[in-house]
């Protein structure tokens, strides 16, 4: 045997250190023997050398207390051992066996190197005994092949005869026969008297020697169990329990056959509650003992601990297979137990498929709870006619039908084809002493088979004779059955006779009772159970919703809604997190809100409607509890200031139920419509701050369209409640992205009229750069320099706007009031030519817009200006004779301002009694 590499040592110091885990190491060491075995496979001419160690001449000459890591790899050879050995080998093989047999040893000295690793790793914790196992058997299985390519692949350059191939292929052959039967786990002849001297130590309870001598003949020969075996019996006895299972777990596996040994092992685990080890020690001894009952069953059974219920049931299936036939009784005790663990996971169907199976190999032993389980199987799976074939084979019921010549009076159930349509039953013949279970059961598969109310009642009829109290259970099966089927009216007086005994006077009886009347149409009994429900139930939402509809059905819409408010929740702000509080459902509440929409009670659909909301805008923190990295998070920019500005409207509210009962889209209507609501109220505070938080929210972040939509009400919010500053903020995105929208720039000038700065110019003036054809901004850069005084720039800005339309209206006024302005400025040159041409663009003016109230007051208005009150006097009189555009709206009316300014025309000329006249007509409210 050789000596493995440093690599494996490490590996086995990694888990005896418990480093890694038994699987961990058991892998590493299997891939490293894997890697080896194909370094080998390559160089299959490397001769390789012998190692024998001296541990056993070292331990002799006293070297007992030398550490016994420090024993190299590189020991010298004992060569009088090796000729003794070579002897003995003599008398028992030929020549050429002893020379295969040495280098079939000199090929697995770099595998035990590996092995050594895996072992040191398993020891230290750093491999779980799964991986450990599963590397040494990969190694294993490449120790079995034989790479024929291996001897075949020589370099073309190098010649070698037939004979020597020949020689060498069957040299191979030999030395993996001798693999095959030789046990190659057991302690190398060298290192026999050193295993035998750890024995002794062991007897002598001399622990510590014993177990150096058992690591110094790991570190040589991994692979044998023997030092592992005595390290495992070692540690038990030292009361190390877990130390022990490690090696009794490596001693196993490298003398993997001992089926109680693995069995040992998986109690040993169990106690160390260690199931998926406890499961892989059941495994390894199945694998040697494969018709073993009860490993079969306990696996079984640790599977289904560890919730891995499609291996437990491979397991008890497999229990079922290796049962004798004379075993029926436990075959059918186990195969109820496997039929419920399917239907517990679900696998209706294989649980059915359990139950037919066992009927049919051990029908003697069946009794009505297996019948009783397969049809409730069955009808689970909605296979009412397969169920009732069963009933009908298993408990001696008779039935005449159409389809079928002969009544089916006990058939073997094998025999029965099931018809592509239920045949219809003529009649049916029930033992007296079928159990009542049974009985009801085939009345509900009548009942979904679609038969006729007779048979049906035939069947079903000794259950009303016995007491709702007792078999009320079974009552509401065979009412649900009638209301499943639509027989609303067989299943009503059930239902009655359920609702008001004293046992079943339930709020589920009541819930059906309910359902099944208001179905018939009853609408006065239904709005009744339905009471009774709530009254039973009050945390019930279907019979809170079903009962407000039918009240407002019956025109009763306060009742309607008093349903819909819980008694003694909390619909305020809330202070306690009391998970004992009755809270108000957001379904419920929902519901009411659409109530009062639809009522037309636009207060209370506000209130009801802004509780809504704050709960589904949870997710926005109050100010007090945001911090600065919270914040800056944020995707959208002016979200930093929502955070904080939301606040007034989140209210601290705690509702129950969920807010996905309510879809999306039904959020973002009662949003719309509660903003509608609260500009109808004019309540514009309260539509800024529900703007703020909804904003702030991420709730509609996540669509576009409704992203848009938010800024645009935000936009108005903030335009209604005259925070205009916060507004412009909004519109200049919105500008920027539809620069073409004429609506978008009228309530652009509306916000920046307001604001009462000049931010907006350079905004303007910048935007031209990039849209050098807008008239809409062409204007707008006009006025920002007539207000602002430059008179020339905001002409040339109104001229190129004239020129690309001469039948606006306003533009000729603009141009002409800007001559005018231009002419009233001190340094003027050529007064009367800028006059002049006002004037011609104000003529231009009123050709374009019309004789109105409108352009009279305006050319009054610029001859006023100029002093030219004569001519001012009669346009003002004019405008005071034309009429109203929009008489409905005074901010249309001019006829104040042209009366004003024709008093004060008259007041300064020395009328003062025409003056104060004109005063008393027009400008008195």
Not at 41 to 50: A, I
Not at 689 to 696: D, H
Not at 855 to 874: E, T
């Amino acid at each position: 045997m050789a000596a493995p590499t440093e690599g494996n040592r490490e590996d086995l110091m990694k888990y005896l250190r418990e480093e890694i885990s038994f699987e961990e190491w058991s892998e590493q060491n299997n891939q490293t023997q894997q890697e080896h075995a194909m370094v080998t496979d390559e160089n299959p001419d490397e001769d390789f050398q012998p190692e024998l160690m001296e541990s056993e001449h070292n331990y002799a000459q006293g070297g007992a207390s030398r550490n016994i890591f420090d024993v190299t790899m590189g020991d010298s050879v004992d060569e009088e051992g090796n000729d003794d050995d070579a002897d003995k080998e003599e008398e028992n093989n030929s020549a050429d066996d002893v020379k295969d047999e040495n280098e079939g040893n000199d090929e697995n000295a770099g595998k035990s190197r590996d092995k050594t690793d895996l072992t040191q790793a398993y020891l230290k914790g750093e491999l779980s005994f799964n991986d450990f196992t599963a590397m040494v058997d990969d190694d294993n299985d490449n120790d079995i092949d034989v790479d024929s390519d291996g001897i075949t692949d020589m370099d073309d350059t190098k010649e070698i005869n037939a004979f020597e191939v020949e020689m060498r292929i069957d040299r191979e052959f030999k030395k993996q026969k001798k693999k095959s039967r030789g046990r190659r786990n057991r302690v190398p002849k060298a290192l026999t008297g050193l295993m035998g001297e750890a024995n002794l130590c062991f007897a002598r309870g001399d622990h510590e020697d014993a177990i150096k001598m058992c690591m110094e003949i790991i570190r040589q020969a991994p692979s044998s169990y023997e030092p592992f075996q005595l390290l495992g019996m070692i540690y038990e006895e030292k009361g190390d329990v877990e130390r022990s299972l490690q090696f009794c777990l490596i001693a196993a596996h490298l003398s993997p056959r001992d089926v109680e040994e693995w069995v040992k092992l998986a109690e040993m685990s169990l106690e160390q509650d260690n199931i998926k080890q406890a499961i892989l020690c059941y495994g390894k001894a199945l694998k040697y003992d494969p018709t073993n009952i009860g490993l079969l069953w306990e696996r079984g059974n640790l599977y289904k601990k560890v919730e891995d219920h499609k291996k437990a049931m491979e397991c008890f299936q497999g229990v079922l297979k290796l049962l004798p036939p004379n075993e029926g009784e436990k075959y059918l005790e186990l195969a109820r137990e496997i039929a419920l663990t399917y239907h517990t996971i679900g696998d209706t169907s294989q649980a059915i498929e359990t139950l037919e199976q066992s009927i049919a190999n051990h029908p003697d032993y069946i009794n009505s709870e297996d019948v009783n389980m397969l049809a409730e199987l069955h009808m689970t799976e909605k296979q009412y006619w397969n169920a009732l074939q069963l009933i009908c084979n298993q408990c001696g019921v008779e039935i005449q039908c159409e389809s079928l010549s002969e009544s089916l009076e006990n058939p073997i159930i094998d025999d029965i084809t099931v018809p592509a349509e239920n045949p219809i039953i003529d009649d049916i013949t029930v033992p007296a002493e079928i159990s009542i279970d049974l009985r009801v059961k085939l009345a509900i598969c009548l009942i979904h088979s679609k038969q006729s109310l007779g048979c049906i009642k035939k069947t079903v009829g000794p259950l009303f004779e016995e007491s709702p109290d007792e078999m009320g259970d079974l009552y509401l099966d065979v009412a649900e059955a009638y209301i499943d089927t639509g027989h609303y009216g067989e299943a009503k007086p059930i239902l009655a006779t359920l609702a008001n005994s004293n046992k079943y006077n339930l709020a589920a009886v009541w819930l059906r009772y309910a359902e099944c009347v208001n179905s018939l149409g009853e609408v006065q009994l239904a709005s009744h159970c339905y009471s009774k429900v709530i009254e039973l139930a009050p945390s019930h939402l279907e019979a809170r919703l079903a009962l407000s509809a039918i009240q407002q059905q019956l025109g009763h819409t306060d009742e309607a809604l008093k349903v819909l408010s819980q008694d003694g929740v909390q619909d305020e702000d809330v202070s306690s997190d009391d998970e004992t509080t009755p809270r108000q459902d957001v379904q419920l509440l929902h519901h009411k809100c659409k109530i009062l929409k639809i009522q037309s009670r636009t207060e209370e659909f506000v209130e009801n409607t802004l509780l809504l909301l704050a709960f589904f805008f949870r997710d926005v923190k109050t100010a007090s509890s945001q911090d600065d990295d919270s914040i800056g998070k944020i995707s959208h920019k002016k979200r930093r200031y929502y955070l904080h500005k939301s606040n007034i409207i989140h209210r601290r509210v705690l509702l129950s139920g969920n807010e996905n009962v309510v879809s999306q889209d039904e959020w973002w209507s009662l949003y719309i419509e509660v903003c509608n609501a609260l500009i109808k109220l004019k309540q514009y505070k309260n539509l800024e701050q529900l703007a703020a938080t909804a904003y702030a929210s991420t709730q509609f972040t996540k669509d576009p369209v409704k992203l848009k939509e938010l800024d645009f009400i935000c936009l108005l919010a903030h335009t209604f409640s005259g925070n205009h500053r916060l507004a412009y903020n909004f519109i200049r995105p919105m500008i920027m992205e539809n620069p073409d929208n004429n609506q978008l720039w009228n309530l652009f000038t509306q916000i920046i009229s307001c604001t009462h700065d000049s931010r907006h110019n350079r905004f303007c003036l910048r935007l031209m750069l990039k849209h050098t054809e807008n008239q809409a901004l062409c204007i707008l850069n006009g006025h920002n320099a007539f207000l602002s005084g430059s008179l020339k720039h905001a002409l040339g800005e109104y001229m190129r706007a004239f020129k690309r339309d001469r039948t606006d209206p306003m533009l000729s006024l603009c141009i002409g009031l800007t001559f005018i302005h231009m002419a009233s400025q001190k340094y003027a040159v050529k007064r009367h030519s800028l006059i002049a041409q006002g004037f011609a663009f104000l003529q231009k003016y009123i050709d374009t817009r019309g004789e109105w109230q409108e352009s009279y007051y305006n050319i009054g208005r610029a001859f006023h200006q100029l002093g030219l009150v004569h001519l001012a006097i009669n346009f003002y009189k004019k405008a005071l004779a034309s009429p109203v555009i929009l008489e409905d709206d005074d901010n249309f009316d001019l006829r104040s301002q042209a009366a004003y300014n024709l008093s004060l025309i008259y007041q300064n000329s020395g009328s003062p009694q025409l003056a104060r006249e004109l005063l008393l007509q027009y400008c008195v409210i």
